[in-house]
């Protein structure tokens, strides 16, 4: 980062450096009354947005934040979540979403972890933030969103006392644009340094996968802003000068959702496949095709049949998923167009920029078909784990990103993810993929969601567990699941018991803990 006071030299580099704020700015000159972003009936325009994150910035600089630093964002969804983005690009600050559904224990350990020095939030969060700067020992600065936090400065009044002038700071594209905690399935979550170059390019490569994106083009997706699904949506449309809107952090109504992609004329969007499902239902959903032109699931398979129905319903509209990992930005892979239904199961092919190899435990590469761990290489890859050089080291062996994925290549050349290589299962000597046994059970009409876990076993050392979800007004029993299993798989893949559950536990980006799965069912079998 640095501090340039030259007229002129400043101008240079500016227009030498492609920075995240510089997407903000560019619109805000061009097109300066254009609508940026909308959330309920609050929106702001590009001028309006430039402004507030200029001010945002000036604030966090009086108030001692330098380059380098980091400033937590533990906010719920909301067009300050974005400003908190910019404001602290623009001050040369990194800021570091936080998940609002966190408890206190594990929001402090964030904080600590990346020695944030200052943390805006919500209203209704403040008793977390405020506890952090009391009890974690770089932070001193809280600003709070909404009135009546107690010891915190009010957001609205800090903004409005302070310049709106941009600061004099000139940031480098390898500074850390984004300090974003992974879920932590596996353990205490890790903080993935993704640098303005990063950023940047995954916004190329999204807008090149997916197309249609300018500045008449409306995002719209529920996705939360705290995760790389919700960050990585909206830039594309912020670099056209296109329209976001914000979904709020409420319960997921399907009936609310279609109206507003209606009432905006959202033309992308994004939802996990239960989400899809229950879109798909309303009545009012077959006329998303009058204005929405990409509709893009992920984050958790998708059935056949949810599959056909978006087909059926969503007419004249591109269908298109999208896979990937926060250290990659996230996007990786793409399965688009009629490709969604013909390759059903696949998660695609590499997104452009994004290089992949399938290899062994010795970094070989695996024969085609057979099954193997994938490697990545290119500009979206992170720059490392935030503190921990062993990991980082690790995640890096033999010069490219292990994802923790495990793959197969068909004869097209589409990947097929098989599990995630610490979720696979050993049982008497023989591996087993729990997303393929998940995949049997998902053909079952009884049953509406499964994951399958390892628990211990007296003679095989591991066996499979599913826990399963029923289908409404199913009465499914363990023994038919078990019989639908040996029908379709070799017996040592079928799961040893079958456990139903009312719902599985999730992050936020829809992915299952499966942690929490085995600690919960860890009793032998």
Not at 139 to 164: F, N
Request: proline share 6%.
């Amino acid at each position: 980062m640095n501090v340039v006071t030259d007229p002129a030299m400043h101008a240079l580099e500016r227009s030498r450096r492609l920075l995240l704020p510089e997407l903000v700015a560019r619109n805000a000159r061009r097109h300066p009354t254009a609508t940026a972003l909308v959330f309920g009936d609050d929106t702001r325009t590009y001028a309006e947005l430039e402004d507030r994150t200029n001010r945002l910035a000036q604030a966090l600089i009086e108030r001692g934040v330098a380059p380098g630093d980091r400033v937590a964002l533990l906010l719920f969804n909301s067009i300050e979540m974005v400003e908190g983005f910019f404001g602290c690009h623009k001050a040369g600050a990194t800021p570091v979403p936080v998940n609002f559904r966190l408890a206190q224990d594990e929001v402090d350990y964030i904080l600590s972890d990346c020695a944030a020095v200052a943390v805006i939030s919500d209203e209704p969060l403040a008793d977390r933030a405020t506890h952090a700067v009391e009890h974690v020992d770089a932070v001193r600065i809280h600003l709070a969103v909404g009135a009546g936090a107690t010891g915190a400065e009010a957001y609205e009044d800090t903004l409005a006392t302070a310049s709106d002038a941009a600061p004099d700071l000139i940031g480098d594209e390898d500074d850390i644009a984004f300090l974003m905690y992974t879920s932590g399935t596996t353990g205490r979550p890790k903080g993935a340094m993704l640098t303005h170059r990063n950023m940047v390019m995954q916004t190329v490569n999204w807008t090149l996968e997916v197309g249609g994106v300018s500045e008449r083009a409306v995002w719209r997706a529920g996705a939360p802003l705290f995760h790389i699904a919700g960050v990585a949506g909206i830039l594309p449309f912020l670099w056209h000068g296109g329209t976001c809107v914000i979904a709020p952090s409420t319960e997921f109504d399907p009936a609310a959702a279609v109206a507003e992609l209606r009432r905006l004329a959202v033309t992308h969007t994004f939802f996990v496949p239960t989400q899809w499902d229950a879109i798909c239902a309303e009545p009012d959903a077959r006329h998303l095709g009058e204005t929405l032109r990409v509709a893009i699931w992920g984050a958790s398979p998708a059935t056949r049949a949810t599959l056909e129905r978006m087909s059926e319903v969503l007419t004249g509209v591109a269908i298109v998923s999208n896979f990937g990992q926060t250290e990659m930005c996230p996007s990786t892979t793409w399965l688009k167009g009629d490709d969604a239904l013909r390759k059903m199961g696949s998660v695609g092919r590499p997104s452009i920029n994004v290089e992949v190899r399938i290899v062994d435990e010795a970094m070989d590469d695996v024969a085609p078909g057979d099954v193997g761990e994938i490697v990545y290489r290119g500009p979206t890859v992170m720059q490392g784990y935030w503190g921990k050089p062993a990991e980082t080291a690790e995640a890096f062996a033999g010069g490219w990103f292990h994802s923790g994925d495990l793959v197969r290549e068909d004869e097209d050349g589409f990947l097929f993810v098989v599990d995630r290589k610490k979720d696979m299962i050993i049982s008497g000597g023989e591996n087993i993929y729990p997303a393929e046994v998940e995949a049997v059970l998902r053909t079952h009409p009884g049953v509406a969601d499964v994951a399958v876990v390892g628990v211990p076993h007296p003679k095989w050392v591991e066996t499979p567990m599913a826990v399963v979800v029923p289908a409404p007004g199913d009465q499914v029993t363990a023994d038919a699941l078990l019989a639908h299993c040996r029908e379709h798989l070799a017996g040592y893949k079928k799961p040893s018991a079958v456990v139903f559950v009312d719902e599985l536990p999730r992050n936020a980006g829809g992915k299952v803990l499966k942690r929490r799965l085995r600690e919960e069912h860890a009793q032998p079998a």
